[in-house]
């Protein structure tokens, strides 16, 4: 049960924000602020898991809230301004959604932000030193910590070690990988690349940077490297 909050300075669209929110079993409505300084006040005195928020609010706006929060929940935010969006995701926010807002959509986002406390729920599990994939009718043995990053290439992969110059190739697919190596801080961010999250130097809008080495971060991949990375949010 994700504990969150709601925060608009518009009555009525706060009445709708409670109203769906009380609609998802998996959601517990702890408060509702009409601007962002009870907000403030409700986090002072209860713990949040996620908070509905509004941007354009008279005082402190909804980005400006979010900054000044050391440790800030999970965020989604609800506006009717879409010029906003890239602030919205450079505050690393599980969802930017445009009012009016239909159930389907609020609800899509609320999946979105239950996946991501789920990743951060789980409970650390014993790291497995080395595992073995087939190369030319041989096993080859990785070791996990020399895992760099792992490349996508049709039926097959290229395993990036920082121990060797050459990628080690095998007949293999990400997603296979991934659902082996995700518990382990080696993220998913694109549809061709895994990641080990203590190889990375640097986040960039649509980059990461491993030392010298950028490769694409889609935006689709964020709240499973948000539960690995301490990125600002």
């Known amino acids: 049960m994700m504990r969150c909050i709601a925060v608009d300075d518009e009555k009525w669209v706060l009445d709708l924000l409670v109203d769906n929110i009380n609609r998802v079993p998996f959601l517990h409505l702890v408060g509702r602020c009409k601007n962002a300084l009870e907000a403030i006040e409700l986090l002072h005195r209860e713990e949040v898991d996620l908070i509905f928020l509004d941007i354009q609010m008279p005082g402190l706006d909804g980005i400006q809230f979010v ?97 060797v110059t050459r990628p080690v190739i095998t007949k293999m697919s990400l997603k296979a990988l991934e659902d082996k190596l995700l518990p382990y801080r080696l993220v998913r961010i694109h549809k061709s690349y895994i990641i080990a999250a203590d190889k990375v130097t640097a986040v960039k809008r649509d980059l990461i940077c491993l030392g010298n080495i950028e490769l694409p971060f889609s935006d689709s991949y964020r709240p499973g490297v948000e539960a690995v990375l301490p990125l600002n949010r």
């Open 67 to 163: 900054q000044s929060l050391q440790h800030p929940p999970m965020i989604i935010f609800v506006t009717a301004y879409k010029e906003y969006a890239w602030d919205g995701f450079e505050l690393a926010a599980v969802d930017y959604l445009l009012k009016p807002v239909s159930f389907e959509r609020f609800l899509k986002a609320c999946n979105k932000a239950q996946e991501l406390f789920r990743l951060q729920q789980k409970p650390a599990k014993e790291q497995p030193a080395s595992f073995f994939v087939y190369v030319e009718y041989n096993q080859v043995k990785i070791t996990i910590a020399d895992i760099v990053y792992i490349e996508s290439m049709k039926d097959y992969v290229k395993i990036h070690l920082s121990s």
